[in-house]
């Protein structure tokens, strides 16, 4: 089977995300890497796109002009990931998406509620994908505790808990480093600092396992930092359509956390649990019964954890391989094959909503709030 084409704006030499992107988009063979404008400066750009393998042709300046190199070129881009800055996403995303291409945008995906309705729009209107890359929920494990909700497994879900905190941010002098300082200004990170940036992950990720939308929730925001306008921590309670209780937590000056990232999942007849800092395993708890620990790559699991698990039981796979399982999904959507466990745009819209709820809900003294986009409710 062909390679799919695919190209890239934004993730440039230096960039956090952009290897995580260029390894997971070519783990399997299935895209070809051919395009690329990786920089906002061009002739940076343009010079590291070539040293990546990019014909010279094909390593742009800008956005725009790869937008117009690619457009009528009869071998054109199956895919285009952006990963600029927050800011950005939106304008291009648009833009992609109106010409004709399939869209992997970072998160969050566009800075505005109704941004992000005609991004769901545009896609719905061009038939093409609009896909988002809330990777954690492409682990192996997870998809095995998706599955396992959804087959009953441990009955209808009582209550879910996640957190998303680490404390990288959590040393005052280092406040006005540029690298920090930007995710708590309003002018570059928008309405919401921790919760937008980790928050929305744990809460896709609520959403993704139990199989449930977020319809109402209550924020409490801190700025601990007093530099800080925006907050870097975060509890926000909701509650999902088919009546589960949810509690978040996310922070950025949690010292001693690392990473951070895990939820728990309690049903009527048994309880999960997963961690980002120990992906390879769920924790599986049967009502009256023992803890037991379900291993990737064991026999047995649900087929999308099966399908997804690259390597044999007890050897780690990492947040690459997490972000090339979510590329895996995207290569069998456009040959024409559904993968429901794929993040689209209908879940970038309803993060930024939830988003401008909790914001508002804060502001209130954690008033409760209606978290569902306009378009939905």
Known sequence: ?????????????????????????????????????????ADAGRDYAQRLGISADRAYGSWQEMLAGEQDRPDRMDLVTVATPNSTHFEITKAFLEAGFNVLCEKPMTMQVDEGEEIVRVAMASGKICAVNYCYSAYPMVRQARAMVRAGEIGKVRLVVTNFSHGHHGDATDADNP???????PEMAGVSGQFADCGIHALHMASFICDDQVEKLSADFASTIPSRVLEDDAMVNFRMAGGTVGRLWTSSVAIGRQHGFDIQVFGETGGLRWASEQPNQLIYTPVGGRTQIIEKGESGLHEDAQRLSRVSI??????????ANIYCDLADAIRG?????????TDGLRSMAAVYAAVDSAKGNGAWLDARPPMFR
């Open 1 to 41: 089977m062909a390679k799919l084409k695919w190209g890239m704006i934004g993730g440039g030499e230096g960039s956090q995300i952009g290897p995580a992107h260029r390894l997971g988009a070519q783990a399997d063979g299935l895209f070809e890497f051919v395009a690329g404008a990786l920089d906002h400066r």
């Open 179 to 185: 690298r920090v300082r930007w995710r708590y200004d």
């Open 314 to 323: 007890a050897h780690p796979e990492g947040f690459p391989l997490a972000v």
């Open 337 to 345: 094959e559904t993968r429901d466990g794929l993040p689209t745009a």
